[in-house]
């Protein structure tokens, strides 16, 4: 008997199959908006927290979807690279069964429609938590507090050294 990706004996419909949704980035009518930063949040986190959540593959592709422009440039007509030459986008691709499928299809999609509504930079909640968790990945986040916390020593890691004595 086999066994499905939630380890309940496999039904006659859980047979795999795979999906892909394109999701077209709207950087023409935002072009100062930072889509992929807020996409792919500190260290990538928030694009592996929307992959973890819904078992679908997200990527961006498209121009922009590199870092770096001048390797982008060398890189555009190359095999496997033929996606630079269009607009940025989103893929989501899911390869699961079919009886989950397009609900895990339309929640990715769901987030990341969510995640590429620009927003006033005063209102950008998801923003803030992205600073938040990236300040905590750092080791330098201090909660919003009006006393000190932790340690009050000048010596400490985040600033001032001690003076060398000649010792």
């Given at each position: 008997?086999?066994?499905?990706?939630?380890?309940?004996?496999?039904?006659?419909?859980?047979?795999?199959?795979?999906?892909?949704?394109?999701?077209?980035?709207?950087?023409?009518?935002?072009?100062?908006?930072?889509?992929?930063?807020?996409?792919?949040?500190?260290?990538?986190n928030s694009l592996k927290r929307v992959e973890a959540t819904t078992g679908c593959r997200v990527y961006i592709r498209g121009k922009g979807s590199i870092k770096d422009p001048d390797k982008e440039e060398k890189l555009r007509g190359r095999p496997g690279y033929e996606h630079l030459n269009e607009p940025l986008h989103i893929l989501i691709e899911a390869d699961l069964p079919a009886n989950?499928?397009?609900?895990?299809?339309?929640?990715?999609?769901?987030?990341?429609?969510?995640?590429?509504?620009?927003?006033?930079?005063?209102?950008?909640?998801?923003?803030?938590?992205?600073?938040?968790?990236l300040a905590m990945l750092n080791s330098n986040y201090r909660e919003e507090s009006p006393g000190p916390s932790g340690?009050?020593?000048?010596?400490?890691?985040?600033?001032?050294?001690?003076?060398k004595t000649g010792r």
């Open positions: 008997m086999t066994m499905d990706w939630q380890g309940a004996p496999a039904s006659p419909s859980s047979f795999t199959v795979k999906r892909i949704l394109r999701l077209e980035i709207p950087v023409d009518t935002y072009p100062n908006f930072n889509f992929v930063g807020r996409l792919l949040g500190p260290r990538g989950i499928v397009d609900i895990r299809l339309r929640q990715a999609q769901e987030i990341i429609e969510e995640l590429l509504k620009p927003v006033d930079e005063s209102q950008d909640y998801i923003k803030r938590q992205q600073l938040r968790e340690s009050v020593s000048p010596f400490n890691s985040s600033g001032m050294k001690r003076a």
